[in-house]
């Protein structure tokens, strides 16, 4: 396990060549109150399904299929006085389908989220 910062964030990496895809989760803390619970909820329902560049479900699908059926998601869920929101992303590894430019157009579709 590797932990370092980007642009101020703390990063945690493990390695592993036990598995054939790749996942990342972006989590970010916030207090927990009734109505950013509320908020945070209804945002991230809407997350999951449409984003400026793919602003139908159908578009976001057909993406997915493009990263070799990838699979996003996004949820918010309460932990004591915290509310996490988390994002994450699921992709085959690039080295079993010859693809160097994969993990940064997987990347760039999280982004979009």
Same mark, same amino acid.
């Given at each position: 396990?590797?932990?370092? !910062? $980007?642009?101020? +964030?703390?990063?945690?990496?493990?390695?592993?060549?036990?598995?054939?895809? +790749?996942?990342?989760?972006? &989590?970010? #803390?916030? !207090?927990? @109150? =009734?109505?950013? *619970? @509320?908020? =945070?909820?209804?945002?991230? =329902? +809407?997350?999951?399904? @449409?984003? =400026?560049?793919?602003?139908?479900?159908?578009?976001v699908a057909?993406?997915? #299929?493009?990263l070799y059926? *990838?699979? +996003?998601?996004?949820?918010?869920?309460? $932990?004591?006085?915290?509310?996490?929101?988390? #994002?994450?992303?699921? $992709?085959?590894?690039?080295?079993? &389908?010859?693809?160097?430019?994969?993990?940064? !157009? *997987?990347?760039? #579709?999280?982004? !979009?989220?």
């Open positions: 396990m590797e932990k370092f !910062e $980007i642009n101020n +964030i703390e990063t945690t990496l493990i390695k592993t060549d036990k598995f054939k895809t +790749i996942t990342v989760f972006v &989590v970010f #803390f916030g !207090e927990f @109150t =009734r109505a950013n *619970a @509320t908020k =945070r909820s209804l945002l991230t =329902r +809407i997350m999951n399904n @449409t984003t =400026r560049k793919y602003p139908t479900k159908k578009l057909n993406k997915l #299929f493009d059926d *990838a699979g +996003i998601f996004v949820n918010s869920f309460p $932990i004591h006085k915290a509310n996490l929101t988390v #994002f994450g992303l699921n $992709i085959v590894n690039p080295k079993f &389908v010859n693809d160097d430019g994969l993990l940064n !157009e *997987a990347f760039s #579709f999280l982004k !979009e989220f």
